[in-house]
Nanobody
Framework: VQLVESGGGSVQAGGSLRLFCTVS????????MGWFRQAPGREREIVSG????????YSAEIVKGRFTISRDNAKNTVYLQMNSLKPEDTAVYYC????????????????WGQGTRVTVSS
């Protein structure tokens, strides 16, 4: 399974960005998908996860009401819509996938993308 992220960039506080993660090597409908982020000097943390059929979603408290995860299995793509961005959202955002037992909180990650950088200025 290969994961390729895109859509990162620089934005001012209060702005929006949409991240994309394209899955190849396996049908997207076979994998749980998620987004993590890692800020400088901090550990990688989960942002949001979505089940294979899109029916179950997990979002971290710090992004609830601002970030929305979604997927289009026909396009083998998962999205992260980020609104009302804050400077503390600045991080490298990673796409993640699990192929085993479903776990949208991602206690385990089978595959990682290479990351896309998001910078939010005040």
């Amino acid at each position: 399974v290969q994961l390729v992220e895109s859509g990162g960039g620089s934005v001012q506080a209060g702005g929006s960005l949409r991240l994309f993660c394209t899955v190849s090597g396996r049908a997207a409908s076979d994998v749980d998908m998620g987004w993590f982020r890692q800020a400088p000097g901090r550990e990688r943390e989960i942002v949001s996860g979505i089940s294979r059929d899109g029916g179950s979603i997990y979002s971290a408290e710090i992004v609830k009401g601002r970030f929305t995860i979604s997927r289009d299995n026909a396009k083998n793509t998962v999205y992260l819509q980020m609104n009302s961005l804050k400077p503390e959202d600045t991080a490298v955002y990673y796409c993640a996938a699990n192929t085993g037992m479903s776990d949208i909180r991602f206690a385990r990650v089978d595959y990682w993308g290479q990351g896309t950088r998001v910078t939010v200025s005040s």
